[in-house]
């Protein structure tokens, strides 16, 4: 299968891109650490495969409509 073949069927059976898909489960991911957690944003964005935490806090608040220092202040009450 050819990397556009697959992609085309990733595409069809999900309903988003491959691209979409992994930014989305980073998201995820860093929401539950940024809840259950003691890390800086710095290691969340490191650890969730974020390459800078500047890209990681646009990401965050082009999904969330908030930066992840807001989303942790709005639930610090979850946290441990």
């Known amino acids: 299968m050819s990397r ?12 988003q891109t491959l ?17 259950h ?11 969730t495969g974020f390459g800078s935490q500047s890209y990681f806090t646009d990401c965050f608040k082009r999904q ?6 807001q989303f942790r202040q709005d639930n610090s009450v979850l946290r441990p």
Not at 4 to 15: D, I, L, N, Q, V
Request: aromatic share 10%; glycine share 6%.
């Open 4 to 15: 556009s073949e697959c992609c085309r069927f990733f595409k069809h059976a999900t309903g």
């Open 37 to 47: 957690t003691d890390q800086s944003i710095a290691q969340i964005a490191a650890g």
């Open 64 to 69: 969330l409509g908030i930066t992840p220092l």
């Open 19 to 35: 691209f979409e898909y992994l930014l989305s489960y980073r998201i995820r991911k860093s929401i539950e650490a940024l809840t």
